[in-house]
């Protein structure tokens, strides 16, 4: 444990979902206490109180627009299917023509506009539901409103430092490398690395092995056993 705690510098623990429901972000808030995250990533169509608004706001982590293009929250539906599921359903939305680039700039910059009412502030960083801004033509409009609002942060670390099988970590691989250049032109900041709390198997490797540079860690709290291993952990 004292090796874990040696290497948690190098770690940013991001909570997603807040606003996803009463039980994601009152299990988000219980860790922000504890010093267990350091970044909340927010749906500002979510459902958040005002109480739960002004503890987040008063805490001293970093507070992160989490866009939202499919609006599962706005209309109070997790979808329940699988990713391949998820990814025909945005492929076929794109076809359809409900997410074209001009839809989603206009509506991320209301997302963004929101987030500047609810909170007072400008994000601190920029990230997706089902890392959607890593879509080449979305993450173009992504940079342009992190050029406008002054946002030092976007989601944008490697995910295959580790061994592991996920489809969703290579795919997210490949995304940063077309994204890679359009990155450096607009001199984006991120962590080196990316990964989510549920791809990490055995956490004495993972510390082991830990990458040079910062490892972001996306976790959804309100998931038992992803509570669980943030109390524990870190």
């Known amino acids: 444990m004292q090796e874990h705690q040696a290497s948690r510098n190098r770690i940013v623990v991001t909570a997603d979902d807040f606003g996803l429901n009463q039980k994601t972000n009152q299990d988000i808030l219980y ?5 267990k995250i350091d970044r909340v990533a927010v749906m500002v169509y979510g459902k958040m109180t005002s109480e739960e608004i002004q503890q ?8 992160d627009i989490h866009l ?3 609006h599962e929250i706005e209309n109070d539906k997790r979808k329940q299917s699988g990713e391949i599921q998820r990814g025909l359903d945005f492929l076929f939305k794109l076809l359809l023509g409900k997410l074209t680039s001009k839809k989603v700039s206009t509506d991320w910059e209301n997302q963004i506009e929101l987030f500047i009412k609810i909170f007072g502030k400008n994000p601190d960083g920029i990230n997706s539901h089902e890392h959607v801004h ?5 993450f173009k409009i992504a940079l342009n409103l992190l050029d406008k609002y002054l946002i030092p942060y976007i989601r944008f670390g490697d995910s295959v430092f580790m061994l592991h ?15 890679l250049k359009a990155c450096l032109k607009h001199s984006c900041v991120s962590s080196g690395s990316l990964v989510s709390l549920d791809w990490i198997e055995n956490f004495d490797v993972f510390f082991e092995k830990l990458p040079e540079g ?8 309100e998931i038992a056993e992803d509570f669980e291993k943030i109390k524990k952990y870190f």
């Not at 910062?214 to 709290?221: F, K």
Request: some cysteine.
């Open 31 to 35: 860790l922000v206490s504890l010093g």
């Open 214 to 221: 910062t490892t972001e860690i996306v976790c959804h709290p």
């Open 134 to 138: 890593l879509f080449p033509p979305f």
């Open 56 to 63: 987040l706001a008063k805490s001293r982590v970093k507070l």
């Open 165 to 179: 099988h996920k489809i969703v970590a290579y795919a997210l691989h490949i995304l940063r490398k077309i994204n």
């Open 68 to 70: 939202d293009v499919l």
